[in-house]
């Protein structure tokens, strides 16, 4: 069990960098491995990346590759999502999940998920 909170999203323009954070709450949050899907308007939530419980382990959707970086803080209980280039297609609200699995790429692989964050990049 456990419940996340994003933060950090914002309107930035394109080229831009932004910093997501998702904060867990519960004992076992290292246990888990943790993702950032995100979702824009008439599209199907998707994979953005995935990050294992030790930190070690990390897995990018290539439409993000070389700009996003994911990383967790375990005694923190937080995982963040390091954003740079931003682009106008990076528009969504992005939410962070925590999984049992190690570091997987689908959505139904998460058992839990925050509430969201909008990221609007502007041109």
């Known amino acids: 069990q456990v419940q996340l909170v994003e933060s950090g999203g914002g309107l930035v323009q394109a080229g831009g960098s932004l910093r997501l954070s998702c904060a867990a709450s519960g004992r076992t949050f290292s246990t888990y491995s943790m993702g950032w899907f995100r979702q824009a308007p008439g599209k199907e939530r998707e994979f953005v990346a995935t990050?294992?419980?030790?930190?070690?382990?990390?897995i990018y959707a290539d439409s993000v590759k070389g700009r996003f970086t994911i990383s967790r803080d375990n005694a923190k209980s937080t995982v963040y999502l390091q954003m740079h280039n931003l682009k106008s297609e990076d528009t969504a609200v992005y939410y962070c999940?925590?999984?049992?699995?190690?570091?997987?790429?689908?959505?139904?692989?998460?058992?839990?998920w925050g509430q969201g964050t909008q990221v609007t990049v502007s041109l």
């Open positions: 999940a925590s999984s049992r699995f190690s570091a997987p790429t689908r959505t139904g692989s998460y058992s839990d």
């Open positions: 990050i294992s419980w030790s930190g070690g382990n990390t």
